[in-house]
């Protein structure tokens, strides 16, 4: 019987990395910047927003965490040289959508509180994708089933905080797509091994259409999330379940019963 591998990230880079990544949030916060007004024309159409150079931080922080996250793998015992792009892709989102819920916050002791638990969440979801790098990790799974359902709450947490910042429907489906696109494309891969491009930005586009439709609902900010969530979700359970032989009826039985389910919830959520 092969002994059971246990592997977890070196020590110091984690926390060289976790350090950098939370330093960037807080400079971030205490710099004064002066924003600027930016117009854009298409189509025949302007659009104006305002431009802040502390957003580049948030970007800065996640290309940081998706470069941190190849050092950390880098050093695993079982790397064997592959490409590490897979397992770049939940950090990097992780970053992202913590700097944008802090960007949006007002600094005080709620602000302060997100960031210990943002901290949190990224030591949890770095360590998590060291763990799946070896399938053989007798951990493997349960850290497989840890990211997809933290990468179905950070998009939820990120919906919630551009909902509650009251931003634009350009600038919210901006930030959607990509970010469901990112889950999806990790959930299958995390299941199957597979990398389907395809399906994350089919399900992704699907997805602007519900962001677009509800964003004129009186919903509070966790009702959006939740009313996203479920279709979201949804689309992922179904290509897995495709994949699986599952037959179609099923498949969409299970599909819609999700979808339900996350928007009874949200209608909980509103009350």
């Known amino acids: 019987m092969s002994a059971e591998r246990r592997h977890l990230p070196d020590s110091n880079r984690l926390s060289v990395l976790l ?7 807080v400079l971030a ?7 600027y007004a930016v117009l854009i024309q298409l189509f025949g159409v302007d659009y104006s927003f305002d431009f802040e150079p502390r957003s580049l931080a948030i970007w800065l922080a996640a290309g940081l965490t998706a470069s941190g ?11 064997d040289g592959r490409s590490t792009l897979p397992h770049w892709i939940l950090p990097a989102l992780t970053a992202a959508i913590l700097g944008i819920s802090l960007y949006t916050m007002p600094l005080g002791l709620s602000w302060w509180l997100g960031f210990a638990l943002g901290g949190l969440l990224l030591f949890l979801v770095l360590t998590a994708e060291y763990i799946v790098l070896d399938s053989s990790d007798v951990r493997h799974p349960a850290a497989s089933a ?3 359902a933290l990468s179905f709450a950070l998009f939820v947490i990120l919906v919630a905080s551009l909902s ?15 970010a469901a696109s990112m889950v999806v494309l990790r959930a299958i891969y995390l ?8 399906w994350s930005l089919t399900s992704a586009f699907v997805l602007t259409q519900f962001a677009a439709a509800f964003h004129y609902w009186p919903l509070k900010p966790v009702q959006y999330g939740l009313a996203l969530l479920g279709p979201l979700y949804a689309l992922t359970n179904l290509t897995l379940n495709l994949r699986e032989q599952v037959s179609a009826h099923r ?4 599909a819609l019963g999700s979808v339900s389910i996350f928007w009874i919830a949200a209608l909980f959520a509103g009350r």
């Open 19 to 25: 350090a950098a990544v939370l330093l960037s949030y």
């Open 29 to 35: 916060q205490m710099m004064e910047w002066e924003k």
């Open 69 to 79: 996250m190849d050092w950390l793998l880098r050093s695993h015992p079982q790397y």
């Open 146 to 148: 840890g990211l997809m």
């Open 164 to 178: 509650y910042a009251n931003v634009r429907l350009t600038v919210l489906v901006l930030a959607i797509f990509p």
């Open 191 to 198: 299941e199957t091994g597979v990398w389907d491009s395809w």
């Open 251 to 254: 498949a969409g039985l299970s």
